[in-house]
């Protein structure tokens, strides 16, 4: 099957926990919705008013969340495509949105921000959860009982001229994000700077993609770079 998006670049797309539906956001502020089945779209939604990026399905396939496009519009949007309303707004990120990842056993969702914060958030109770300051990302595992949440420090390097990047991953139980995390690794090599990451199906490995155009795989237990 191939789909033709007849708009403006696609920068962001997504598909539905059922498989039915893929869901692409475009640069001309406005979501396309596709059913997988017949190859066809059903519609297409605009929203002039803060335009649409990283759209992804909540555990409802009419339902969706994405990120303003529009400066210093930091807001995730909460949007029921059934109705084509957009039932809440969250806000509090002070710089550009870079990653939503969803739990896959509830409401809960995390956001991460250029401002140094993850957030997690709940779209059912639309209402803040937690924030995690001088962390650059992270992931839930396909249990949703994991989060991975990505701690990023700046230090010195032996070069003066040069900073170096103390980057840690840490694992939390969700069932009380303000509990210690369980397990804490150290990435050694300074120089791949970590800028997304996700669980393997398995829950076994993190896969690393870092600003370097290269991917690292670790492993989830031990930590060790495989």
Known sequence: MTLIFQTKQVNSVDISHDGRYLVAGSDDMSVGLYDLESGTKVNTYYNRAYGVDLVRFTHHNKCILCVSRRAQENRIMYWSLH????????????????????????????????????????YTAKQSVIKFNRSRGGCFDNTGRVLACLFVKQGKSDDAQALSLDQMI?????????????????????????????????????????????????????????
């Open 83 to 122: 109705d084509n309303n957009i039932l809440c707004s969250f806000l509090g990120h002070t710089e550009p949105i870079t990653g939503i990842d969803l739990s896959p056993s509830n409401s809960t969702f995390l956001s991460s921000s250029s401002d140094g914060t993850t957030r997690i958030w709940d």
């Open 170 to 226: 840490h694992l939390f139980k969700t069932e009380n994000f303000r509990e210690k995390p369980f397990q804490t690794f150290t990435i050694e090599n300074e120089s791949q700077e970590i800028r997304q990451m996700k669980f393997s199906p398995n829950g076994k490995f993190l896969l690393l993609a870092t600003g370097k155009d290269t991917l690292l795989l670790l492993n989830a237990h031990s930590g060790l770079i495989a």
